[in-house]
Antibody, heavy 126, light 110 residues
Framework: QVQLQESGPGLVKPSQTLSLTCTVSGDSISRGTYYWSWIRQHPGKGLEWIGYIYYRGNSYSNPSLKSRVIISVDTSKNQFSLKLSSVTAADTALYYC??????????????????WGQGSLVTVSS | QSVLTQPPSVSAAPGQKVTISCSGSSSNIGNNYVSWYQQFPGTAPKLLIYDNDKRPSGIPDRFSGSKSGTSATLGITGLQTGDEADYYCATWDSSLSADVFGGGTKLTVL
């Protein structure tokens, strides 16, 4: 059974860097079949895609956040991580890591998230 | 404000059928596959439908998905009180170069 688990500080001060790690069990990131993603949900709001990384280390982030986001992978630990810099109160959210399938089906782009972590609440406050 | 528009809420009686719409444009739904997620309060989203109309293993056939042009629809038949949750559509948006989610629809089973 595939499981993902987020970990990291629940409280970050404004202007500092938010750091979260997702530990994957039941699957191997280095298998190269999936992309590994971060998604957040502001309190009482909808979902916002942050970005993803592939086992080789190539990553892609939401252009709306791109300048502040770094996503990295450690295949030896079967983990991937998120760093979000210069945080403000607007970055207070529940942060999910998820496994995603991305590719083409019958010539059309396909992507979806089939396994999710339980979420890690990060509050930005002094 | 999401580029994918969903009704904030829908409701129906137990045993009935409900549909949830997701409206987009040619830069997202019109040229990409759509997925749907179910989220109960305090839990992570769960994949219900992928590639417009495919169900992952374990998802009952009461849940169905379809797409026409720049809109997608999630259908749920034989409604149960346990289906009360928030539902989100999602796809890739080539103009934004980002995965996008709808704003979510809260389903109430009266």
């Amino acid at each position: 059974q595939v499981q993902l688990q987020e970990s990291g500080p629940g409280l970050v001060k404004p202007s500092q860097t938010l750091s979260l790690t997702c530990t994957v069990s039941g699957d191997s990131i280095s298998r190269g079949t999936y992309y590994w993603s971060w998604i957040r949900q502001h309190p009482g709001k909808g979902l916002e895609w942050i970005g993803y990384i592939y086992y080789r280390g190539n990553s892609y982030s939401n252009p709306s956040l791109k300048s502040r986001v770094i996503i990295s992978v450690d295949t030896s630990k079967n983990q991937f991580s998120l760093k979000l810099s210069s945080v403000t109160a607007a970055d207070t959210a529940l942060y999910y890591c998820a496994r995603s399938t991305r590719g083409y089906v019958s010539g059309w782009p396909s992507n979806y998230y089939d396994y999710w972590g339980q979420g890690s609440l990060v509050t930005v406050s002094s | 404000q999401s580029v994918l528009t969903q009704p904030p809420s829908v409701s129906a009686a137990p045993g009935q059928k409900v549909t949830i719409s997701c409206s987009g444009s040619s830069s997202n739904i019109g040229n990409n596959y759509v997925s749907w997620y179910q989220q109960f309060p305090g839990t992570a989203p769960k994949l219900l439908i992928y590639d417009n109309d495919k169900r992952p293993s374990g998802i009952p056939d009461r849940f169905s998905g379809s797409k026409s042009g720049t809109s997608a629809t999630l259908g749920i038949t034989g409604l149960q009180t346990g289906d009360e949750a928030d539902y989100y559509c999602a796809t890739w948006d080539s103009s934004l170069s980002a995965d996008v989610f709808g704003g979510g629809t809260k389903l109430t089973v009266l």
